[in-house]
């Protein structure tokens, strides 16, 4: 079992910037694929960006602003988020998976408790 645990959410003006970090526990982190979704009222959850062991891939919604990386020793998986819209407002969910497509929530095993990202106007 992995347990993921989000932070770094917040509250931020159009055009300002958060990173978001998710620590692991359980397995060792090296062992799966990262990423983040997120989920805004009324709408699915959506893949937002995932790296397997480096490099990493985007939604076209997100490219250009943000940047996943991970940190294998710290068990820990981060999310800088760059210029951000009132769009990209949804409470952001970290996951890993083992195997399937990025873009399938149901292809991913564990997930986090979720973190509020508010992007104000």
């Known amino acids: 079992q992995v347990q993921l645990v989000e932070s770094g959410g917040g509250l931020v003006q159009a055009g300002g910037s958060l990173r978001l970090s998710c620590a692991a526990s359980g397995r060792t982190f090296s062992s799966y694929t990262v990423g983040w979704f997120r989920q805004a009222p009324g709408k699915e959850r959506e893949f937002v960006a995932g790296v397997m062991w480096n490099g990493g891939s985007y939604a076209d919604s997100v490219k250009g602003r943000f940047t996943i990386s991970r940190d294998n020793a710290k068990n820990t998986v981060y999310l800088q988020m760059n210029s951000l819209k009132p769009e990209d407002t949804a409470v952001y969910y970290c996951?890993?998976?083992?195997?399937?497509?990025?873009?399938?929530?149901?292809?991913?095993?564990?997930w986090g408790q979720g973190t509020q990202v508010t992007v104000s106007s």
């Open positions: 996951a890993t998976q083992n195997s399937g497509s990025y873009y399938n929530p149901d292809d991913w095993s564990y």
